[in-house]
Each structure stands twice: as C-alpha cells, then as structure tokens.
C-alpha cells in the first residue's frame, strides 16, 4: 500500500500521529474516510471509493492524496471508546482478500496496545524506551501477527558486562548514564520498526520482526563497532559492553513471548558464561 496513517479524531478534525505516504499533518473530519469508520466496530473496505455513494463525491478523491481504495478499523481506548482509526490507502481500486484483513487487525491491534502501553505508563522513566511491560504488550501482539503471517521474527536479550563495578566504583549517577547511553545505541543501531525495551535492571531486550537471526547477527555487529568508537573515546573512565543471547521465534515451540524470553536469556548467560573475560566490544 502507498499510504498507511494513524489517525486520531476529534470534533472538526483527524490528525495524522503516524503517516506513510503523505505529508500533510490533519485535515478537516468532513471530508475524512476515518469517520466512517468511527461509527463502526468493523474493518471497512471501500475497493473503488468512485463506485461507493458514501464516498464518490469527496474532494480527496480528484485532489491530493488522490483516494481510489480505502481499508479502515477503528483504534479504541483501554475502555472502549474510539480514538481515531488505523487505515490503508491506495490510488488506484483494488482487492482485499480475507488475509489482508487479517493483517490490518493485527496491525490496528499493535496500534491499540501501544496506546494501552501509554496509557499504563510503560514507558522506563530512565532511558525513555519501553519498560518490561511495555515490552510485553507490543512484542506478545507482534508475535502473534508473525504467526499468523508465517513471518520471521527474532529476539535478542542484553546484559551490561561489569554494570555492577560501574556502580560500585563510579557511582549510580555513572551507572544510569551507561544504561541511558546503550538504550540510545539501540535506537541507533535497530530499525524503527524494531520492539526495543528494558526489561531489567540491567538487562535490555529487542524483539526484530521480518528478519532472520542471521539478519540480527548483522546488526549486533554494527551494535560492537557502534559502542567499540565509544569506548576508544572514553579509555580512561568505563567500557559499554554486553553479552547477547540470540533467538529465532519458532512458532512451534515458542508458544508465547514468555517462552521466547526464556530461551533468549538462557543463551545470553550461557554466552556471558562461556566467554569469560573475552571482551565482545573490542577497543
């Protein structure tokens, strides 16, 4: 699809929180395909909006962005009431098979569980990612729609290396800086896309839809040679390092997040364990 948006609606208008495709920020709820969609509990699929009543008469049709398909669901509240809408956009008519509709309530449904995690103030005060339970709520939902699309998705958990002599030496101000600093690397270094949170005290966990573990591996390297040019630049106070634990979902046997999570962090202490006093970040 060319264009995707969030949108959130009020009184006279709908904002655009999320946008693909398109530049503009709001336009005015009378001319909006989304409120439609808010007086319905239901994914509403226009194939050719020029054959639709409700709709072939809409100045977005002829002007910018040019609407021909629509795919709408509305997003609600933890209680229930409706916000604003997830919606797909096409400008040219089009199909939307059964699957299709499928993947637009598991990605409205991803929608709705970060406005749940804000709700319930998921977000670690510290670094500014999600916390454990944040984590939780987005990561178990994207899991769920990798299954149900028979897409890849892999999971990475972190540990800081020696994060307790930095705060026994250094102090807990030093140490909330090394954690707020590899969160920032994270961001960095993973895509947008990309679940990335804390989890622990030290530990932090990402969860990558749409790649492999050989992908992941990839990006763990950047992650090394990332925080390697930060250590060369620090030589007289701390090194960042960290031991990783890697795992491909398998559908099969990881039957919820918890069980991914499991698996990802016996291999990050068997990999903190076998290493020894190897460092991963060289510098």
């Given at each position: 699809m060319p264009i995707a948006l969030?949108?959130?609606?009020?009184?006279?208008?709908?904002?655009?929180?999320?946008r693909y495709g398109?530049?503009?920020?709001?336009?005015?709820?009378?001319?909006?395909?989304?409120?439609?969609?808010?007086?319905?509990?239901?994914?509403?699929?226009?194939?050719?909006?020029?054959?639709?009543?409700?709709?072939?008469?809409?100045?977005?049709?002829?002007?910018?962005?040019?609407?021909?398909f629509y795919a709408g669901y509305p997003l609600r509240s933890p209680d229930g009431d409706h916000l604003g809408t997830f919606c797909l956009i096409d400008k040219r008519p089009r199909e939307f098979a059964s699957k299709h509709i499928s993947m637009l309530l598991e990605l409205a449904q991803m929608v709705e569980a970060e406005l749940l995690s804000a709700t319930l103030a998921t977000t670690d005060e510290l670094t500014g990612i999600s916390n454990r339970r944040g984590f939780n709520a987005i990561a178990g939902h994207a899991l769920t729609m990798c299954r149900d699309m028979s897409k890849p998705a892999t999971l990475v958990m972190f540990d800081l290396d020696d994060f307790k002599a930095i705060n026994d030496n250094l102090g807990h101000e030093a140490g909330d800086r090394v954690l707020a600093e590899f969160a920032r690397a994270l961001l960095?270094?993973?895509?947008?896309?990309?679940?990335?949170?804390?989890?622990?005290?030290?530990?932090f966990a990402v969860l990558v839809t749409g790649s492999a573990g050989s992908d992941v591996h990839l990006v763990l390297a950047r992650l090394n040679e990332r925080l390697a040019r930060r250590n060369r630049g620090f030589r007289d106070q701390y090194a960042l390092q960290f031991s990783a634990g890697v795992v491909t979902f398998e559908p099969e046997r990881h039957q919820d997040l918890d069980v991914l999570?499991?698996?990802?962090d016996k291999n990050m202490y068997a990999r903190k364990?076998?290493?020894?006093d190897e460092a991963i970040v060289p510098g």
């Open positions: 969030v949108s959130l609606i009020d009184r006279e208008r709908q904002w655009f929180k999320s398109i530049n503009v920020e709001a336009t005015p709820r009378e001319v909006s395909f989304c409120g439609h969609v808010m007086n319905s509990d239901e994914v509403l699929v226009v194939h050719d909006v020029c054959a639709d009543d409700r709709f072939n008469k809409n100045a977005m049709i002829e002007a910018a962005p040019n609407i021909r960095k270094t993973f895509r947008e896309s990309d679940v990335v949170a804390r989890i622990g005290g030290d530990e999570l499991h698996d990802a364990r076998d290493r020894s």
